[in-house]
């Protein structure tokens, strides 16, 4: 069925000739383009592009799409990825022709009824944060943790204080240290538990009022709420210093509990994790920040106010640090959330999170029993297993393992990842996948462990390609079709 | 040269000091074992020829697919000679680490410093322990 | 809260009990008896006990306040609602511009990336299970290659505005010069304003050279590169729609030993000499134009390429060619140690997904234009903002403020009058008739930029010009 010649690569495909966009004729007088731009800046030669007719086109990415896996056609337990199901209405919604052919110029009052939705989805964020001052700029999470610093730098600034650390957990995600370090901050690293809860001892050797911030993961990467937390928030406090909560892990606690209770002065939410918006292949995302009412002066420009019934944008903020996204933000993964948001109410968004926890707990319940989990029987929404045992005696890797699941028609959990797990893999089932599904993928699991490691370490066997040779791409990067 | 013969860094560099008129000149490279943790090698960045260098200075990086390290230097001194065919020929490191495979070399103006560094046992028991 | 709780708390609780599937919950498939069976085979009793490890005293002990929740039917007419509030670029003509257009959009952008094995797939950890992606991204980076005439593009970075920074702090790293960067009053300044925030506590100095006469001079741009300069960030057509002599500003950065970074459009590439064969040593865009809609600003695409020696300093995703274990032509992510997930505080950049979804409708894009579609886009631009700016001049009072050449876009002094009082009434006209510079530039407070782009017809442009006409005359 599968049909590889339209996926040969587009350059290949294409013929001098061929057309697929039709423009209409020019419709003011026609000057001659010299009479128009200076020669020397014009190029001989339109770019090289290829030539293609629009079915050929039709059928080579359709094609192309086939050779995904995606939440739409499979069960996709990568953790930490929230890969929860992408509501239809949404797309739906967000693709009215009064919420996407705005221009980010328009005057306010051509936009009061997504100026309202804006405002209406920073509320509700600053609800579920427990911090009241919302920014939906950045663009990803891992723009809204290098706002965030920013804004701790600045607040710092302000106070005449010079802290030059931040610290993060061993198991951070590595955006952590690589925004810190953007934000120009040294970063330290604190020890985990085994069970990836934060080291209390090592915290108090590294913290001093050298420390600006604190971030932290809670519900953490091993999926386990640490309930340290608010010990954590007094010390770093007591100090003088931040803490910062990294949201990625929000599905497990929606209504349950809130960043800014236990003790956050920020954080990012990740939309298209928690309030599903689509992945896209790796983006589009979000990563709008909520702050405590000390750090909104310093929140990026430009904010919604209101005023009444009507709704502006406000440049004029003078402790503000400034941008970090051109326009307004990913409005339209911003308008997925709330259409998201407003699906699911107050009741809702908590048997999200319950559901979410309960899955998660189920899956672990049954993979125990195939792979050690070692930070024991419960979790949060997601959990990590070791394939240690597997790898040791039988010579199996998590990454094998991995690739085999591919051929049962799973996509694999995240493996490798939190680095303080040997052979992890972290599972995260979601909310959206029913009970049959996650007994399929836990029978599946067990299954392979069974089999012949030959079979294992060469899989998969079933996908439209074996495995890649990483090496060969990393030592002769080939990173754009040339014509021989 | 034999690997009982040279000094090492704990950080996995090799030394190899030699008398170059009145200065001291050290050859510095990867220890076999380095580059059997760090799997498939695919990129090498050496140090600048002329640039000062300090014990514990990062001069460099090797790269694998799936990691990266640092180079560091194990003395202080200045830079006077790199082995500037090796990045594109990153099969001789692994092949002959301690031969063809020399990354730099480097004119030390601490000779006191060589103490600090281990010798081949000690090394090797060093290895022994970050292998479990 | 035990599951007899739960279903007590439920919303529209008198249907609840026969169905499970009531509105609250239309995306979770677990009815009252799966939550049993799983709660049985984990050996709790309530679906509160998921939650012990959250001490009592940090746990919310109230509902959220935030509106309750909406059927599918009552969300579409809320959101219709809301839609109604706004004018669209469908109700009013679009001449605003400034890093967002109103181009075109073929039939095929939003059919192939409404695929849902595109958009609800992720990251291609697993490049077996995620070829058509691979794919994609390494389709896209060669089109985009071919339009830049650069050695390499990565899979894509958030927007041009950042872009621009990253591209500014790569050059940072590549060059090991921490002291200045220059840029010029022509760039973006949104583009500006991100990079001074990046650049905030990195200890590097943002030097900005002035363009009264809309463009900047090469000579007075080298008089402000030194020995510690990393690069100098240039937009080219600039944001006044003017062309900078990019030739004299490579070489005034190249004599110095910096870096040539340029922000391009695009579209103007179909007909303006291309980056790669100018000197640009990295060259970022704002892909938005390449058949995304405008959508209030994003998601757009982050375009940016550079020269081969700077690959490894490159931020972003970036996908590459090789062959899997039987030999056969694959895609996999390369040189993925440059990333934070690796490198973690050493990283290029703490940028961790790309805009897949937003390359993909490039690469759709530009496939479907082809060399003659993307000629015939950017001369309908070029000649139609020509038109406007000659009919704009000639029946109003409007003056050029520049008189460099342009390409799709160009400011207009309003000699007599409140700029922004006229624009405001050319909106209730039905005319977006262009964005006002009083926000960034003080000597260009009483100017706009008006763009004109291939979808703009004659007829609307003489209407621009009669509703401006009667506004900034009656205002003198």
Known sequence: MRNARATQLLFELARPGRRSAQLPACDVPEVPLDDLLPAEALSPAPPPLPELSEPELVRHFTNLSTQNMSVDTHFYPLGSCTMKYNPKRNERLASLPGMIDLHPYQPSATLQGLLELLDGLQQMLAEIAGLPAVSLQPAAGAQGELTSLLIAAAHFRTLGQKRTKVLTPDSAHGTNPASAAMAGFDTVQVKSTPAGFVEMEDLAAKLDDSVAVFMITNPNTLGMFDRQIGEIAKRVHDLGGLLYLDGANMNAILGITRPGDFGADMMHFNPHKTFSGPHGGGGPGAGPIAVSEALAPYLPVPVIVRDGDRYELEYDRPQSIGRVRSFFGNVGVLVRSYCYLRTHGPEGLRRVSENAVLNANYLLSKVKHIFPVPQGDRCMHEFVASGARLKSDRGVSAMDVAKRLLDYGFHAPTVYFPPIVREAMMIEPTETETKETLDAFAETLFRITEEPPDLLCEAPHTTSISRPDEVRAARQPVMSWRAE | ?132 | MSLAQARSNRVGDARGEATQHDETMPYVANTTDDQRAMLDAIGLESLDELFEAIPEELRLKRPLAIPPALSEMELTAHLTALAGKNASAGEKVCFLGGGSYDHFIPAIVDHVAARGEFYTSYTPYQPEASQGNLQVFFEYQTLITQLTGMDVSNASLYDGGSAAAEAVLMAVTTTKRHGRVVTANSVHPEYREILATYLANLGIELVTVGTPEGTVSPAELAAQINGDTACVLVQHPNFFGCLEEVDALAAAAHDAGALLVVAVDPISLGLLKRPGDYGADIVVAEGQSLGSPMSFGGPYLGIMACREQHVRRMPGRIAGETVDRRGKRCFVLTLQTREQHIRREKATSNICTNQGLFALRAAVYLAAMGPVGIRQTAELCLRKARYASGRLTADTSLVPAFSRPTFKEFVVRCPHGNVEAALERASESGYLAGVPLSRWYDDLADCFLVAVTERRTQDEIDGLAACLKELTCSNA
């Open chain 2, 1 to 132: 040269m034999q690997p009982q013969d040279l000094l090492y860094a704990k950080t996995h560099e090799w030394v190899h000091v030699e008398t170059d008129g009145g200065s001291k000149i050290a050859t510095i490279g990867i220890s076999h074992f380095a580059l059997e943790a760090l799997t498939d090698l695919v990129f090498l960045e050496l140090p600048e020829v002329g640039r000062q260098v300090k014990a514990g200075d990062s001069f460099g990086e090797v790269e694998s697919v799936k990691a990266v390290s640092d180079l560091y230097s194990p003395v202080t001194g200045e830079v006077v000679e790199v082995n500037a065919a090796l990045p594109d020929q990153l099969g001789q490191l692994t092949d002959d680490p301690y031969g063809a495979g020399w990354i730099a070399k480097i004119k030390i103006s601490d000779e006191a410093e060589l103490q600090n560094l281990l010798a081949y046992a000690d090394y090797e028991k060093q290895c022994a322990e970050e292998g479990h």
